[in-house]
């Protein structure tokens, strides 16, 4: 029982909207619903990750010395282009939006594009820098052996980086998925200015992960 | 253009053809539902079975406590058998049962709407539900974790029982609950139907929605923390071991962070039915209808703030001691509150005492006795006596099982009726009432006193002396599970060959009542126009037909 | 009064300066319990009883709260509720601060059991002696997992964490064996991981621990049980130690890194060495132990066979003695393998 077709008494209107579920009062408030509902798992995410940067701390707290240290020998120069990457693909998913809603398909289909490319700049840069760890012996658990950094608490460092870079790479690639379906509904022609909701969770999406790596950035590399 | 109320209160013959039962009959219609309530007897389906099946576990670990010593089984299936009851019995019916299950079905009728906000994310919800129970059957079957649903490093992270199965279930289920969560406030904000502004809601829809708040700001923690157990079994991190500098304590504190949280996500949904059964049964309009729903409120926000109480012997400073002590008494404050609104609403009502109500009566006993001895238990001195005794078991299932079981099975009987459309038999219902109360006390009395004596909790072999009350208990036990069988024998029954009732046999002026027992899958015909707050019994007005159109 | 609410509350013996206000305490908060509770439910039995419904459609009065009365809802428990909080966490100030002379005793739960040092005396196995009417404080750590010590007659109770101390401490009151039981799940045998309290009157404790540093047991409080056999087992690092001097390890064996006429003691364990047969070993205890034993079955590259071994020379336990003191020579660098419980410093007063 799940036709759009109007029930004796209810507004005509209800019928002519594609994307109008039968539940919904108007397309409006279906709108704000998916957004409400993106948010709040949007808020799911951050404590998710809460917890890591809450670790960090306390770990941090412990073995200041060795922090510091090991965030020294990790890679700042990738961390620092990731974030650049990350920041801009933020940015042409957001001109995606803007073109949507200005009825250029084609520009929007574009940027789109440009996002998921660096979104696997992103990992790209991060299996350099993972490949380079491993070499090194900067690894989490009993398999780390890195000599570099002899002060207790090193390997408390390395399990949260890995923890912290592992669990964002993995929400980078969820949001590479969204985005691989966005963009190909996009170039099909699903969106239009009157409805482009899908894009605006996804791209709300790519935003928080965008702002956990700008959290983590410098916890892990600049301090 | 409504139907007449005397097609709407025919009794006897078939369903409608219009009921959301009698809407596609064949297997895929049930599995490939958007259908809120279909979703809604499919959890309901779910959790009973998982109920039993802790049950079952209970009671072979109060067999064995019949005797000191060895008896039936060794130590370890023992330390097996009390982790599979606990995880069992909290993630897999407590926290989805009265939401997945009840709120499902009755939320969006309560609030005039077709179905929650997103109907595909509940029927993945219910998926995600199974599938954690697939893992966590998988870890039973593998014998188990032996490490207590508390999960406590560092021997969780080096018992080398099944633990990653339960981890990996405990983690799935997690978004089953998140999901719902989040369906559930979209819905509370964008489907209400006109008239039915914030202050009009049931009382119900409030408690849920601030059991929602908790599932998906406190349910993450959860899912991060068995994830970093689970990866320090596998790959050894080192986040909890001593020895690669971690602190076994922060696990405890990351796991109660939510677990603390969870149990209002247990008891929340549980004041939610009691709300509507008291002003149903009393027949009057909830007495402080604000206050209650703000400490719905109340309890969801400062429940955050008071996971420390569980650490108050862990090697937590004297000053967070002090500081979770307080605020755990704040917490307790929302109840009380809520507790002597409840009895507000039965003064100069016209109390019909049916098996819902007698259950509120055993709720409403348990849930100050427990509630209570939680306050106890906050003065941080107490609890130094009565930490990891039999006190906390006892404490803890009053008010799980005395006050949250209680309202479930008032929830149950009160939209039994309206779910599928029959009534069950009154006399048997208060039998199983009586025998549940009967049997409930005297199974977790005794263990109060046990926890006093000094008996703590998880032990399979026990000092002497302690062994009659073990006894008591085992015997209430008993007379619990009784009480829960005849349940389910008679509301079976009921299910085929109970005689079919009219919309409204309670004379409830819940907005859910509003709609055919059972409801078409559509809910209204019309979305109706609500002009006043539900309960309103000042009128002799005829039940289901007061908003005006 | 406070015997027979104790009895009738099932709570243990008070032996402890704590149980009495922790006891208090207790019957304030459970008879106030009972009360509201049995009020409440009494009260709703009470209102059927009254406002019983007479007919199906009956008309009922919309009653709404004063804010008076709301707020009475509020401020009543509270109070209450801030009162018991202020009286137990005072209480529980009490219980976390030790007084300066109180005497030290140190603890070390394990799976699953309890090891008792006493500072400079002796060592026992599940058995603590504690002298009554004198303050004595417990510094405890464990060696595996979580575990928690607990003393049902005292009111006390104290989780044990490895790699961690806590504290608690108590003034025995009375003269008598008291159970210690572990209180937080440590697995197969957490129900049987229990100790004994026996609280001596003070000139008895006296006797017992003069007569334990003379090497005798020729006092005993009552017929001795299997547990006052335990072999004192002390601290093994420090009893490797004076083996090693005692025997001549250490005439070949340095223990600060410099080279010598045998491999150095220090950073031994764990190494991986090259043996003059091309192997590459890591040093085990069983490696370690068979040096001892046999010392030409492995021999190090670039050092002469010249050990002697001590196959008829020392006893199982000093193996392990010396086992222990090897490798609890490490320099400061990140530990690889499992826990092995901290070393214990002295203690004085607060």
């Known amino acids: ?223 | 253009m409504r139907q007449s109320e005397e097609d709407r209160n025919k009794l006897g013959g078939h369903p409608s053809q219009e009921s959301y039962l009698a809407d596609g009959t064949t297997v895929m219609s049930w599995l490939n539902t958007r259908d809120h309530k279909r979703i809604g007897v499919m959890f309901l389906v779910a959790v009973t079975f998982f109920f039993f099946v802790g049950g079952v576990f209970a009671l072979a670990l109060r067999l064995k406590l019949l005797y000191p010593g060895p008896f039936l089984y060794d130590a370890l299936t023992y330390n097996r058998l009390f982790t599979l009851h606990g995880v069992t019995m909290i993630f897999l019916f407590m926290i989805p049962a009265i939401p997945s299950a009840f709120g499902n079905f009755v939320l969006p009728l309560m609030v005039g709407a077709r179905d929650v906000a997103f109907p595909r994310l509940n029927l993945a919800s219910f998926y995600i539900y199974l599938t954690g129970a697939a893992l966590a059957i998988w870890g039973m079957v593998h014998g188990g974790a032996d490490t207590g649903w508390t999960f406590y490093t560092p021997y969780s992270t080096t018992t080398p029982t099944m633990v990653f199965p339960l981890l990996l279930a405990v983690f799935v289920l997690g978004f089953s609950s998140i999901l719902t969560g989040i369906n559930f406030i979209v819905t509370t904000h964008t489907l209400r139907a006109p008239g039915i502004t914030w202050m009009r809601l049931p009382l119900f829809v409030w408690s849920i929605y601030g059991t929602s708040i908790i599932q998906v700001l406190a349910t993450p923690v959860i899912g991060l923390t068995v994830l970093l157990v689970a990866l320090e079994r596998v790959l050894g991190f080192g986040i909890f071991d001593p020895a690669r500098g971690g602190d076994p304590v922060l696990f405890q504190h990351f796991f109660w962070f939510y677990s603390h949280p969870a149990v209002y996500i247990m008891v929340l949904p549980a004041m939610a039915v009691i709300s509507e059964c008291v002003a149903t049964f009393s027949r009057k309009n909830p007495f402080g209808y604000k206050a209650i729903a703000y400490s719905s409120l109340g309890i969801a926000f400062v429940g955050f703030f008071t996971w420390g109480h569980h650490l108050f012997v862990a090697g937590q400073s004297v000053f967070d001691n002090g500081a979770f002590g307080v605020l755990s008494m704040f917490v307790g404050i929302f109840t009380a509150v809520k507790v002597f609104n409840w009895i507000g609403t039965m003064y100069r009502g016209a109390i019909s005492f049916k098996t819902p109500f007698a259950y509120i009566c055993g709720f409403l006993f348990f849930l100050v006795f427990g509630g209570m001895t939680g306050v106890a238990l906050a003065t941080v001195a107490l609890d130094v006596h009565w930490h990891d005794t039999y006190f906390i078991v006892a404490h803890f299932h009053f008010i799980m099982v005395g006050a949250t079981i209680m309202a479930f099975l008032a929830g149950l009987h009160y939209w039994f009726p309206k779910m599928f459309g029959r009534t069950y038999h009154e006399g048997w219902g208060l039998v199983a009432a009586s025998l549940i109360i009967l049997g409930f006390n005297a199974t977790f009395i005794p263990q109060f006193l046990l926890g006093n004596n000094g008996m703590p909790r998880r032990y399979y072999q026990y000092p002497d002396h302690f062994q009659a009350l073990n006894v008591a208990s085992t015997a209430g036990a008993t007379l619990l599970g009784f009480g829960f069988l005849i349940i389910f024998i008679y509301l079976v029954i009921a299910l085929r060959w109970g005689p079919r009732c009219e919309q409204n046999p309670w004379r409830s002026k819940g907005f859910e009542w509003l709609t055919p027992s059972p409801p078409p899958t559509h809910n209204f015909d019309q979305i109706p126009h609500i002009t006043q707050a539900p309960h309103d019994y000042r009128t002799h007005a005829p039940s289901g037909v007061y908003a005006d159109v | 009064m406070n015997e027979t609410l104790r009895r009738f509350l099932f709570l243990p013996d008070q032996a402890s300066t704590f149980a009495l206000p922790v006891d208090h305490l207790h019957y304030f908060v459970i008879l106030t319990t009972f009360i509201m509770s049995t009020a409440v439910g009494l009260t709703a039995i009470l209102f059927f009883i009254l406002y019983r419904r007479r007919s199906e459609t009956q008309a009922t009065p919309h009653i709404e709260p004063s804010a008076l009365l709301e707020t009475a809802f509020v401020v009543v428990p509270l109070s209450f509720f801030l009162l018991w909080w202020v009286i137990g966490y005072r209480t529980s100030i009490d219980l976390a601060t030790p007084p300066i002379d109180s005497m030290d005793i140190y603890v070390q739960g394990k799976k699953w059991m309890w090891k008792f040092a006493y500072p400079g005396g002796p060592n026992s196995v599940n058995v603590l002696r504690v002298p009554s009417g004198r303050p004595v404080r417990l510094l405890m750590t464990s060696r595996d997992v979580i575990h928690s010590f607990y003393v049902p007659e005292f009111r006390v109770k104290q989780d044990v964490l490895p790699g961690r101390y806590s504290q608690i401490w108590f003034n025995a009151t009375a003269p008598g064996r008291y159970q210690i039981l572990c209180a937080e799940y440590c697995g197969a045998g957490h129900s049987i991981m229990r100790g004994e309290v026996i609280v001596l009157k003070a000139e008895e404790y006296e006797d017992w621990v003069s007569a334990q540093h003379r090497g005798l047991a020729t006092k005993q409080d009552g017929p001795p049980t299997a547990l006052d056999f335990a072999p004192p087992l002390g601290n093994l690092v420090d009893q490797g130690r004076r083996l090693a001097q005692d025997v001549g390890c250490v005439k070949c064996h340095s223990v600060d890194g410099s080279q010598h006429i045998g491999p150095t003691w220090l950073d031994l364990y764990g190494r991986r060495e090259k043996l003059t047969d091309g192997r590459v070993i890591t040093v085990d205890e069983a490696y370690i132990t068979e040096s001892m034993m046999d010392p030409f079955a492995k021999i190090v590259d670039g050092f002469k066979p010249v050990m002697p071994s001590f196959a008829n020379k020392l006893a199982g336990p000093e193996v392990a003695a010396i086992v222990e003191y090897i490798k609890s020579l490490q320099s400061d660098a990140v530990r690889t393998g499992p826990s092995e419980g901290p070393a214990y410093a002295p203690v004085r007063g607060r």
């Open chain 1, 1 to 223: 029982m799940s036709e759009a077709a109007a029930l004796p008494g209810e507004h005509p209107a209800h019928g002519a909207d594609p994307h109008l579920a039968h539940h919904f009062a108007s397309l409006d408030r279906q709108v704000d619903a998916s957004r409400l509902g993106m948010w709040l798992f949007l808020c799911t995410e951050v404590l998710l990750f809460a917890g890591l940067f809450v670790g960090y701390s306390v770990y941090r707290f412990s073995f200041p010395a060795a922090f510091a240290a090991s965030s020294q020998a990790s890679e700042t120069w990738a961390g620092t282009v990731n974030t650049l990457v990350l920041i801009t693909s933020s940015l042409t998913v957001a001109l995606a939006i803007h073109f949507v809603r200005a009825g250029s398909q084609r520009a929007a289909v574009i940027c789109l594009f440009i996002t998921l490319f660096f979104a696997l700049a992103f990992l790209g840069i991060k299996a350099i820098e993972y490949t380079a760890h491993f070499h090194e012996h900067q690894l989490p658990g009993h398999y780390y052996r890195f000599e570099g950094v002899r002060l207790p608490g090193a390997p408390m460092y390395w399990a949260l980086y890995f923890l912290m870079t592992g669990l964002h790479a993995l929400h980078v690639l969820i949001g590479m998925s969204v985005l691989g379906i966005i963009t190909w509904r996009t170039a099909h022609g699903y969106y239009s200015p009157h409805y482009y909701v899908g894009i605006e969770l996804a791209g709300l999406y790519w935003h928080l992960v965008d702002l956990i790596w700008i959290f983590l950035f410098p916890l892990l590399y600049l301090i």
